[in-house]
């Protein structure tokens, strides 16, 4: 393939090879879809910094499709001797719930890879991971994870500051 150039590749003896590389496309466009609303913006322990719940649950309501930026989702993923960066991460969520009593809404976010933060963005070995996300409302996020080397499912759950956006 004349317009691939890979630059490096790990662990490929083993089940979760990866590589870096630049492919030389002829004409490369972005497709944006810019119609995303922010609706609610809140702290890791649930306290609302900007918008509200309720626009959140109208959506939701109303068929709307909904995203959910999760605060330092990949921090923990840095090399020995590298730091945390500060990043977001975007994901579509699937299925949403709404709980009327509590005022608590969660949502199951589609299945998501986990790289290094890097600028820019890089591969390594050990630098990665896949993925689900439960999110709710209040900040408590709690993950499923998948080692790519052994295929091996761990849980773990946290606090995250959270932007939830509709269209």
Same mark, same amino acid.
């Given at each position: 393939?004349p ?8 662990d490929?003896?083993?089940n979760? =090879? ?15 879809? !810019? !119609?995303? %609303?922010? @609706?609610?913006? *809140?702290?890791?322990? /649930? &306290?609302? @910094?900007? %918008? ?29 001797? &590298?730091?945390? $960066?500060? *990043?977001?991460a975007?994901?579509?969520? /699937?299925?949403?719930?709404?709980? #009327? &009593?509590?005022?608590?809404? @969660?949502?199951?976010? *589609? =299945?998501?890879?986990?790289? $290094? =933060? ?5 591969? /390594?070995?050990?630098?990665w ?7 709710? #409302?209040?900040?408590? @996020?709690a993950?499923?994870?998948? !080692? =790519? ?9 946290? %606090? ?8």
């Amino acid at each position: 393939m004349p317009k691939y150039h890979q630059q490096d590749g790990w662990d490929s003896e083993t089940n979760a =090879p990866s590589s870096n590389f630049i492919y030389d496309f002829d004409v490369f466009k972005y497709w944006v879809r !810019d !119609d995303w %609303r922010e @609706v609610l913006s *809140h702290t890791n322990d /649930g &306290e609302v @910094v900007s %918008r509200s719940l309720a626009a959140l649950v109208d959506a939701f309501s109303e068929g709307a499709e909904v995203k959910v930026a999760i605060r330092g989702l990949c921090n923990g993923l840095a090399r020995e001797g &590298e730091s945390d $960066t500060n *990043h977001e991460a975007f994901i579509q969520v /699937g299925s949403s719930y709404y709980y #009327t &009593e509590s005022r608590l809404y @969660v949502g199951a976010t *589609h =299945p998501f890879v986990r790289v $290094t =933060p890097a600028i820019p963005l890089r591969y /390594g070995s050990g630098g990665w991971d896949f993925g689900w996300a439960m999110c709710r #409302t209040d900040g408590f @996020v709690a993950l499923r994870l998948a !080692d =790519p080397y052994s295929l091996k499912m761990r849980e773990s759950d946290g %606090r995250y500051a959270l932007r939830w956006f509709v269209r």
